[in-house]
Nanobody, 124 residues
Framework: QVQLVESGGGLVQAGGSLRLSCAASGRTFSSYSMGWFRQAPGKEREFVAAINWSGGSTTYADSVKGRFTISRDNAKNTVYLQMNSLKTEDTAVYYC?????????????????WGQGTQVTVSS
């Protein structure tokens, strides 16, 4: 069982930056691959980024590639999402999730545990 708690969301102007954190409970954090997803108002939840158990492999949605960076610190049981050059279309609730799979996973179905989400609002 893993419990995930996101933080770091807020209101930022377009072009600005935010760093989201996701703290995980449990002693087996390093055995999970981790992902970030987001859900904008009126839209379905979508994949943003994923990182494998060691941090050696990452993958990103095309819409955030080059602007967002996912990383993890297994000693702190935490995964991060650094978001730069934010756009109004990045406005959404951001969720972190944990997967038993060893690689980087796009599909939501691959993730067994989810956080409660943190709101990111980008103003023009």
């Amino acid at each position: 069982q893993v419990q995930l708690v996101e933080s770091g969301g807020g209101l930022v102007q377009a072009g600005g930056s935010l760093r989201l954190s996701c703290a995980a409970s449990g002693r087996t954090f390093s055995s999970y691959s981790m992902g970030w997803f987001r859900q904008a108002p009126g839209k379905e939840r979508e994949f943003v980024a994923a990182i494998n158990w060691s941090g050696g492999s990452t993958t990103y949605a095309d819409s955030v590639k080059g602007r967002f960076t996912i990383s993890r610190d297994n000693a702190k049981n935490t995964v991060y999402l650094q978001m730069n050059s934010l756009k109004t279309e990045d406005t959404a609730v951001y969720y972190c999730a944990a997967s038993y799979y060893t690689g980087t996973e796009y599909a939501q179905e691959a993730y067994a545990y989810w956080g409660q989400g943190t709101q990111v609002t980008v103003s023009s």
